[in-house]
Nanobody, 122 residues
């Protein structure tokens, strides 16, 4: 599976962005997917994960209630709707996929996209 993240950009605090993660391959619907982020000088941080069917989602406390993860298996695409953005949300956002794991540990994900930069100004 090859992943391509997009949709990042510059937004003011309180604004919204929607990230996309497009996947290649015919078996996208078999993979659990996740979003992670890494701010300058910090370790990569778990954001959200979604099951292969989309029926199950899980969020980090830092984004719960503001971010929504979703997927469209017919389009081989996963999304992250980000609302009420804060300056501390500034980071490079990565999408990840794994056939068997759907948790918050980044080391467990096999496939990664290249990242898309989100900058939130105050």
């Amino acid at each position: 599976v090859q992943l391509q993240a997009s949709g990042g950009g510059l937004v003011q605090a309180g604004g919204s962005l929607r990230l996309s993660c497009a996947a290649s391959g015919r078996t996208f619907s078999s993979y659990s997917m996740g979003w992670f982020r890494q701010a300058p000088g910090k370790e990569r941080e778990f954001i959200a994960t979604i099951s292969w069917s989309g029926d199950s989602t899980y969020y980090a406390n830092s984004v719960k209630g503001r971010f929504t993860i979703s997927r469209d298996n017919a389009k081989n695409t996963m999304y992250l709707q980000m609302n009420s953005l804060k300056p501390e949300d500034t980071a490079v956002y990565y999408c990840a996929a794994d056939r068997y794991y759907s948790g918050s540990q980044d080391q467990a994900y096999e496939y990664w996209g290249q990242g898309t930069l989100v900058t939130v100004s105050s």
